[in-house]
C-alpha cells in the first residue's frame, strides 16, 4: 500500500490519518501505532537502564562507608573497576551468551554484541521490543550490581587484582551462563521459574559468589575473638552509607521497572507504574520493621541494619514486583529486614565475615522473595525451590572453586601487616582521608 | 464498534490505521491517538516521582551535613526512617484522604490505596489521566518532603521515636486532610486559591510544623548566650550539605515539572519544558541573591546562605512555576535568596533554634512564593492570604497540640547529658564517623 | 477540515481514527504522529537536561574531593555560584548568540531567552523538533559545564569573585559566541567540522580557559620544588571524588544521547540508545585503562587515575558516540586513558598545576575525541584540525586577556598567607569540616 494510492481513493480519511500540520511525511513512513511502542519501551530501557547504572555510585558509596577508612580508597577502586571491566566483559561474551537465542537450555558461548545500525530503519528494527543498544545497555548495568554484591562482603583484606580476576569471569561467564537458564529462555524458564526482575538470577547470585569469597578469604583480623566473642568493626562513613542505600533505591526503580521489558501500551506503563509502587513499599518496609526489630532486641535502634532493612526489602520484591499488591509489597519486604537483623548476627556465630552484610541482604533475601513469589505470582514452590537450588549450586561451586585457584595460584589475601595497616597504603599507597587524623 | 465490522466495509482506510508492519494488532486494540497521551502523563508521573524520591536523600545529606558529627547518624537514620513510615502512612490513609473524590471539602478519611489490577486493560483505565500507581507513587514521594523540613529544624536535640510518632500523624492525617482543600478539590480549590506545586501545600506546611516543634522544643543548649549572644554552631560537612542542595534542586525538576499532571500534549510537554526552565532560574537567581548580599553584609560569602538561598528560590517558584516568564523566575527566586539572607538572623534574634534553615527556606519562601502568584498567575491576594492563613493555622495549631501531647507524655527533648555527648550515642549507640577524632 | 465534517462525510473512518475510549477531543486535535515526534524530543531535552544538570554535583564532588579540605568549602561555593551565574548569563544573551538563527557566521549577539507561550498551540509549536523551554534548558546545563573545568584547574588560590566574572564572561559571551561557529550552524559547521556533543565546543574550551588561568596563576605554594622535585598534594576526600566521578557518568548519557536532539523515530531513539551504549563503553575503557597503565607505571593503582580515565574516555568519545561500534568505543576511550596517565606528569614537568587533572582529561583527550571523529564519522583529518584550532585560538588567547585583565585590575590570587591557611577561613570564614582535625 502506497499513502499516493490511498490519498486518491479516500482522500478525506487521509487527512485525518496523515499529519496535517506541516511535516514532510515520506511515502509509508511508519505511524505512531507502529513504532511508539518500540520507542517507548527503548525508552524504558534507557532511563531504567541509567538509573540502575547509578548503583554502581550506590555501591560504592555503601561499601565506602561500611568500611574502615584505610580501606576506602580501595574499595572505591574496586567498585569503579568492577563496573568497567564488567561492562567490558558483557560486551565481549556476556550479553549474548546470556542471551543467546535458540539453544540447548544450559550454555551456548556467545559473542560480540552489535548494536542496531545507525539510524536503523524500522522495518529493520525489532518494533516489537526496542532497540538492541538500549536492552544491551539496560542488562549490562545489572550484572555490575552482581559483581557489587561480592566486593562489599570480602572487603578489608582481599588484595585487588585476584579480586578483579574474579569480576571477569564472574560477569563474563559464570552469571551470563546460568542467567540464561531463566532470561535467556533456557532450562529453568521452559520449567517455570519465576524471577522478573532478578532476587534470584542477580541478587542471590552475587550472594553465593560472596558467601564462597568470604569462606575462602575467613575473617577479618581481630574480627572474631578466641573466647568465641564478636568484635563490632564499625563502618568508617554512614553518611556515605546512607547516601549509597538511598541511591539504590533510587536504581531499583529502574532494576525491576524496566524488567517489566515493555512500556508501550496501557497495560504496560501500568504496570512499571505498579512496580514502582511496589518497590517502593517493600523497601520502606524492610526499614520499618529493622528499625523497630532493633529497638526491640537491642533497646537501641540500629542504622546499618534499618540501612541493610531497606535494601533486604528491595531484594525480596525483586523477583516478583508486579503481582503483590501494596499491602504485599508490604509484609514481603518487611520480612526481608525481619531476615536482615536475624541473618546478620547468626553470620557472625559462624564466623563468617561479611563485611557490609551483602550476603544476609541480597542471598538470603533473595531467596526469600524468590519463594514468595508463590504468594501472588505464578510459580509454585517445588520449581522455585529448584531454581533457587540450581543457581545457588551452580555458583558457589564455580565460586568455591574459582577462590580456590585464585588462592592457590596468586593468593586472594593481603599479609596480616598489610591488613593492619590498610589496604589503601599497601596495595594504591595513598588514603581516601590523607588530612583527618585516625580516633 | 469493531475493527472487524470496519475492515469490510472499509478496507483502504483500515490499512492505514493499522500497523503495516509486521506487529499482530487484535481487533479493536487502541491508537496511540487514545492512549498516547496516558503513557506520557504516567510517564511523567514515574520520572518526576524517581526525582523527587532522591529528594529524600538530598535532605538526609542536606541535614547531616548542618549537624555536628556527633548527631549525624541520628539524622540520617531520623531521615531513612520518615521517607518509609511517610511511604506506609500514605498507603494506609493518607493518599485516599487527600484524593478522596466528591466530598465535603473539608475531610473525608480515606482507605488503602488501591492500585490498577496487573496489565490493565484501556477500557478499565483513566485514559484521560494517568495510571493509578504512577498518581499515588508521585503523590507519595511529596509527602516525605514534607516531614523532610520538619526533621532538619529540630534537629539536634529531639529524641528518636516522638520525632517518628510526629511523622506518622504528619503524614498519614495533617498533611492529607490540608492537602485536599486544595488538591483534592476541596473547599481552597473552589475559592480559586492557586498552588501549582506546593509552596503552601508542602512546603509551607513543613514549615509551621518545624516552626511548632522548634518552639516546644527550645534552642539547642549553648546556641544563645545569656547576654543575648548568638553562638554559630557550624556544620560538620559542608560537601554533604552541598550536594545535598544539588540533589534537592535535581528533585525539584520532577517535584514542580511532574505537577503539570500531563505530559501528552504539545502545550503539555512544552509546559513541563517552561517549568523547567523557570524552576532552575528561580533556583540559580536565589543562590547568586544570597552569594551577594552575604558578601555585602558580612564582606564574606556565607556557602550555607548560598545553599539554603538556592532552595529558598525553588520553594519561591514552587506555587507557581509556570506561568512566570524566565524573568519572572528570575526576580522571584531572587526574593526568596533574599528572604533567607534576613530571616536566618532574624529567627535567632526570637532565639528561635532552626539548625538547618528550614524555616526561612521552606515557610517564609512559601509564603511569599504563594504570593507571588498573583503577579503573573491567576490568583488574587485575597484567596491567596486565606489559603496561607487556613493552612498555617491548621497545621500550626494542629502541630503545636500534637507536639505538646508527646511532650507531656513520652517527651520529646533528650537529657543535657545526652545532647552534650551527640545523639548519635545516646540514642542508636553508634557514631557516623567513628574514626575521626573531633578538633 | 473539520472533525465534524469529516464525520458527517465518512463515520466508519472517523471511528478508527478518534479516540473510541471516552476522551473528549475537540476539531482538528493534532494526532500522534503529527506530535508524538515533537512530544518525545521535548522529553529526550528534559531527560537529558536533568542528568547533565546533576553533573553539576558531579564537578563539586570531585573538586571538593581532590582539593585539601582547607579549600573544600571555597570549591563547593565556586561551584553552586558559578552554575548559577551560567544559567543567567546564558539565558541573558547566551543562549541566543550561540543559536542566533541566520548570522554571518562568525557573531551575532543575542538578546534573551523567550520561552513557548504557557499551553502552546501544535499550530505554534516547532514541531519538528522541540520545545523551546526544554532546548534552552538543554543547551544551558552544558555551559555550565564548561565553567567547571575551569573551576577545577585553578583551585586552591583563585580569589573567588575575580573567578565569578571569568565565568560571567566565559558563559555569557565567549562559549557562546565560538560555540556558534558549530552549533549555531557557523562558519565551522559550513566547513564540515564535526563534534557531536561537544569534545571541543565544549570540552576543550573548558580546557583552554582553564589552561589560560593556570600559567597565569602559577601553580600552588609548595607544589614544585626548586630542585625540580614534584610534589604530591593529595586530595582531602576520594569517597566524594569518586562520587563525583559515577555523577559525572551518570550525566555522560544526558550529555552525549541528548545531543542526538530527537527521539521521536526508530532511527533517532536507537541512535540514543547506541550513543549510550558506547558513551558506557568509552568511559570503562578509560577507567580499564588507567588502571592497568598505573600498575605497569607504578607498580600500584592510582585512584584518582582510574576516576580521569573514565572521565577521559568519556571526553573522547564525545565528539562521536554514534558512529562507532563498541569496538570502536573501547579503544578510543581507552586512548583517553592513556592520555591522562601520560599527560599528567607531563603538565608537572611543564610547572603547570592543574589541581583536579581537567586540562589532561577535557582539553587533551578532548582534542582526541575531535579527531577520533575520523575514524568512524564523517570528517577530515584538516577540517577537525581547523576546528580545534580555531577553538583553542580564540578560547586560549580571550582568556589570557581576560585573566590578565583580573590580575592587573583586581588581583585573582589571595595571598601566601591566606593561601597556606586555606582559602575557606581567608575568603569565607568558615571550614567544610570543622570537627575533623588534620592529620
Redesign the interface.
Known sequence: ?T?KL?KT??P????????????A?EA?A???????????T??L???A???V??M??GF??LE??LV??KN??MQ??K???L???A??MY?LIGFNTMYPGDFNGFFALGG?????A??????D?A??Y?????D??FQ?VFVAATASIVSGAVAERIK??PFLAFVVVLTGIMYPISGSWKWGGGWLDAMGFSDFAGSTVVHSVGGWAALAGVIILGPRLGKYGKDGKVNPI???????A??G???L??GW?GFN?GSQLA???????????????NT??A???G??TA?ILT?LL?K?????M??NG?LAGLVSITAEP??P???GA?WIGGIGGVIVVFAVPFLDKLKIDDVVGAIPVHLFAGIWGTIAVIFYGEANLITQLIGIAAYGAFTFVGAMILWTILKATVGIRVSEEEEINGLDMA?????????????
Open positions: 500500500m499513502m490511498f481513493l479516500l478525506a480519511a487521509a487527512l485525518v490519518a496523515l499529519p496535517a500540520m506541516g511535516m511525511q509509508a511508519p505511524t505512531m501505532d507502529e513504532v511508539g511502542p518500540y520507542i517507548f527503548t525508552l530501557f534507557l532511563m537502564g541509567f538509573l547504572f547509578f554502581a555510585a560504592a558509596m565506602a562507608g574502615r577508612s576506602v580508597a572505591l577502586t567498585n569503579i573497576a563496573f568497567s571491566i561492562a567490558i560486551w560480540q554484541t552489535v548494536l542496531d545507525v539510524g536503523v530503519a524500522p522495518e528494527a518494533l516489537d526496542a532497540s538492541v543498544g538500549s544491551f545497555f549490562l585487588l587484582w564499625p563502618g568508617s562513613n554512614l553518611a556515605l546512607t547516601l542505600t538511598f541511591i533505591w533510587l526503580f521497572g512500556m508501550g501500551t496501557v497495560g504496560d506503563v501500568s504496570d512499571v507504574s505498579r512496580i514502582f509502587a517502593n513499599m523497601a520502606a518496609a526499614a520499618v528499625l529497638q537491642y537501641k535502634v540500629d542504622l546499618t534499618v540501612l531497606a508486579l503481582a499488591t501494596l499491602f508490604l596495595e594504591l599507597g595513598m588514603e581516601a582521608y590523607p588530612e583527618f587524623s585516625k580516633g
